[in-house]
């Protein structure tokens, strides 16, 4: 069997979709063009599936080094303490942990619906303003 350009570690993170795109797409790659690769990852899904548990798996798993929802939200709102903010770069960065850049990109997205908010609701009422005029001068009050 030929040596692999790809770790087993990196070989379970691509099992578990945590492996950084650019990766991913050359592991995909590779898998296509060799029989030694696909029967390197069929060996550790076996191993996995039958119980293989090892610390790295149990970590990758549980995501035990990503950060909360809560600790990304203090990135974006500039709160997070230095170590916090470097180690959390480090992860979105260097590690490209897809589930925690998933998670940035909703809070993001979420930050920029929530400060639209105002100006939806003032369009929402000015757009209504007229409409609740007409009704409310078409009520016979002397009933």
């Known amino acids: 069997m030929q040596a692999s ?8 993170a691509y099992l578990d979709e945590m492996l950084p795109v650019e990766r991913a797409a050359a592991l ?15 060996q550790l899904i076996r191993r996995r599936d ?3 548990h ?7 798993r549980q995501r035990l080094s990503c950060p909360t929802r809560s600790e990304l939200g203090s990135l ?17 960065r260097t590690i490209g942990c897809r ?20 100006l939806r609701r003032q369009r929402f009422f000015e757009s209504s303003a007229g409409t609740l005029r007409h009704q409310r001068d078409d009520i016979d009050i002397r009933q």
């Open 28 to 42: 995909e790659a590779a898998l296509r063009s060799s029989v030694d690769l696909t029967q390197k990852v069929s």
């Open 76 to 92: 974006l709102l500039g709160t997070a303490d230095e170590a916090e903010k470097t180690y959390i770069e480090f992860h979105l």
């Open 99 to 118: 589930v925690c850049l998933a998670n940035l990109d909703d809070l993001q997205a979420s930050q920029s619906a929530d400060s639209e908010a105002p």
């Open 50 to 52: 039958q119980g293989g």
């Open 5 to 12: 350009p790809f770790t087993d570690d990196e070989l379970l």
């Open 54 to 60: 090892t610390v790295g798996e149990i970590w990758r």
